[in-house]
Nanobody
Framework: QVQLGESGGGLVQAGGSLRLSCAAS?????????MSWYRQAPGNEREFVAA????????NYADSVRGRFTISRDNSANMMYLQMNSLKPEDTAIYYC???????????WGQGTQVTVSS
């Protein structure tokens, strides 16, 4: 059973920084495992934030966070990260990490961590 756990959320002032972590348990990352971050603000649908390929060579970002957020992963530690800089109030949301799609088309989600940016 794969489980994902996010941490690092909190309350920060606009312009500040946070680093989110996602820890995976149940199995080690495998070649081909995509990982990504999503977020959901109150009243909104869950939206894509950033994604990273198995070896980290390929990353993709939502236009709203490009240049401010950086996604990374450490396969040896079964971890993924999201460095968030120059935070804005509109970044306030619950942030979720996702493992997948895997080569077997599986997807796993974490429970989320709250990020609140005050103006």
């Amino acid at each position: 059973q794969v489980q994902l756990g996010e941490s690092g959320g909190g309350l920060v002032q606009a312009g500040g920084s946070l680093r989110l972590s996602c820890a995976a348990s149940g199995r080690f990352f495998r070649p081909g495992d995509m990982m990504s971050w999503y977020r959901q603000a109150p009243g909104n649908e869950r939206e894509f934030v950033a994604a990273i390929s198995w070896n980290g060579a390929s990353t993709n970002y939502a236009d709203s966070v490009r240049g401010r957020f950086t996604i990374s992963r450490d396969n040896s530690a079964n971890m993924m990260y999201l460095q968030m800089n120059s935070l804005k109030p509109e970044d306030t949301a619950i942030y979720y990490c996702k493992l997948g799609p895997t080569v077997n088309a599986e997807e796993y989600w974490g429970q989320g961590t709250q990020v609140t940016v005050s103006s």
